[in-house]
């Protein structure tokens, strides 16, 4: 597994969570209870500090830093897709980052707030409570209905089992 302390700055991993062993942890980053951290992840508190909240998931390949002597802070029950990128930013609880998308330097995301797949949230900016933002630069493109809330526990609840399911289920060949 790739967990690494750097200049005296070590990870603080919830003993139920799920890193990858082809994921990377470095510095002064947390990981809460029952979050699944996918392979290729990497998380880097080299000189900012990361903090994720609990039963939050981390897909494939996301990369997540803050800047110096600042935080990147990832909520409870939050969505990172495939490919994000996640910089200096604040994710509040239940947000879902879209695959491939950016949160930038300063910008939060509010409570159950989407950022549509492939969307650029620009440093400084604010997506307000249950919006869908998609584009370059994201812009809003309505709000979030309880159909859609429902059908995304249920995905967040699946990525939440991961952190066990793989800890007792992944067999390398």
């Given at each position: 597994?790739?967990?690494?302390?750097?200049?005296?700055?070590?990870?603080?991993?919830?003993?139920?969570?799920?890193?990858?062993?082809?994921?990377?942890?470095?510095?002064?980053?947390?990981?809460?209870?029952?979050?699944?951290?996918?392979?290729?992840?990497?998380?880097?508190?080299?000189?900012?500090?990361?903090?994720?909240?609990?039963?939050?998931?981390?897909?494939?390949?996301?990369?997540?830093?803050?800047?110096?002597d600042e935080?990147?802070?990832?909520?409870?029950?939050?969505?990172?897709?495939?490919?994000?990128?996640?910089?200096?930013?604040?994710i509040d609880?239940?947000?879902?980052?879209?695959?491939?998308?950016?949160?930038?330097?300063?910008?939060?995301?509010?409570?159950?707030?989407?950022?549509?797949?492939?969307?650029?949230?620009?440093?400084?900016?604010?997506?307000?409570?249950?919006?869908?933002?998609?584009?370059i630069p994201?812009?809003?493109?309505?709000?979030?209905?309880?159909?859609?809330?429902?059908?995304?526990?249920?995905?967040?609840?699946?990525?939440?089992?991961?952190?066990?399911?793989?800890?007792?289920?992944?067999?390398?060949?």
């Open positions: 597994m790739g967990i690494y302390a750097f200049e005296g700055r070590k990870p603080k991993i919830h003993e139920t969570a799920y890193v990858s062993p082809s994921a990377d942890v470095i510095g002064d980053v947390t990981i809460g209870k029952e979050c699944f951290i996918a392979p290729g992840a990497r998380l880097k508190g080299d000189y900012g500090t990361i903090e994720i909240g609990d039963y939050s998931n981390v897909q494939e390949n996301c990369v997540i830093h803050a800047r110096p935080y990147t802070i990832i909520g409870d029950w939050v969505s990172v897709g495939h490919g994000a990128i996640i910089h200096g930013a604040k609880d239940w947000a879902v980052i879209g695959m491939g998308s950016v949160v930038s330097d300063y910008a939060t995301v509010g409570p159950w707030a989407v950022v549509a797949e492939g969307a650029v949230v620009v440093s400084k900016s604010r997506i307000s409570e249950g919006t869908i933002v998609v584009g994201a812009k809003s493109k309505g709000k979030i209905d309880e159909e859609f809330k429902e059908r995304w526990i249920e995905i967040k609840k699946k990525y939440r089992s991961f952190s066990k399911r793989y800890k007792e289920g992944l067999v390398p060949l």
